[in-house]
């Protein structure tokens, strides 16, 4: 059974930093691909960043520049470093991953205060 959990969010004033964490289990980590997504009050559900087993990268024009995604193979996590914190950043961010199915973690909430 596939399992992620996230951890890492909290609360941060505009401009500062935090670094989210998702910790996999129940599949095979080293070729998973695995993906940051979050939810705005009132909003849809977004593609933050990706990041392939081979460790290609991709992300969101919001978040260019700012958000960085990485992965350790040898802890099964994967990491969302975010610098520059904005109002809009705030949401519950999400992990996943497709292991024959989607995947979920069960959120973490973001709140950036300006």
């Known amino acids: 059974q596939v399992q992620l959990v996230e951890s890492g969010g909290g609360l941060v004033q505009a401009g500062g930093s935090l670094r989210l964490s998702c910790a996999a289990s129940g599949m095979i980590f080293t070729i998973a691909a695995m993906g940051w997504y979050r939810q705005a009050p009132g909003k849809q559900r977004e593609l933050v960043a990706t990041?392939?087993?081979?460790?290609?990268?991709n992300y969101a024009d919001s978040v260019k520049g700012r958000f960085t995604i990485s992965r350790d193979n040898a802890k099964n996590t994967v990491y969302l470093q975010m610098n520059s914190l904005k109002p809009e950043d705030t949401a519950v961010y999400y992990c996943k991953t497709n292991w024959n199915y989607d995947y979920w973690g069960q959120g973490t909430q973001v709140t950036v205060s300006s």
């Open positions: 990041i392939t087993g081979g460790g290609s990268t």
